[in-house]
Nanobody
């Protein structure tokens, strides 16, 4: 399994970004895809996840109402739309995948990781 994340960048507070994660290497119908982030000096934290089979989603509290995860089956791509960005959202964002029936928020659960994409939100 290979995951390729992209779409990060520099944005002003209140702005938006859309991250993409292209998955390849196998069929992902039985997988969960997730986004995590890691800010400097902090532990990696769960942002959101989606179950590929039925599109069900789960969000960390800080992401609810601002972030949206979605998938495009034809493109084997998962997106993270981030609106109303805040300086505290600054982090490296990683996509991850695991063959599990449930969206789990523990990073050690996930077997496959993308390389990360930097998101910087200026005040």
């Amino acid at each position: 399994v290979q995951l390729q994340a992209s779409g990060g960048g520099l944005v002003q507070a209140g702005g938006s970004l859309r991250l993409s994660c292209v998955a390849s290497g196998r069929t992902f119908s039985s997988y969960v895809m997730a986004w995590f982030r890691q800010a400097p000096g902090k532990e990696r934290e769960f942002v959101t996840g989606i179950r590929w089979s039925d599109g069900s989603t789960y969000y960390a509290d800080f992401a609810k109402g601002r972030f949206t995860i979605s998938r495009d089956n034809a493109k084997n791509t998962v997106y993270l739309r981030m609106n109303s960005l805040k300086p505290e959202d600054t982090a490296v964002y990683y996509c991850a995948a695991d063959r599990t029936p449930f969206v789990l928020s523990t990073d050690s659960t996930y077997d496959y990781w993308g390389q990360g994409t930097q998101v910087t939100v200026s005040s």
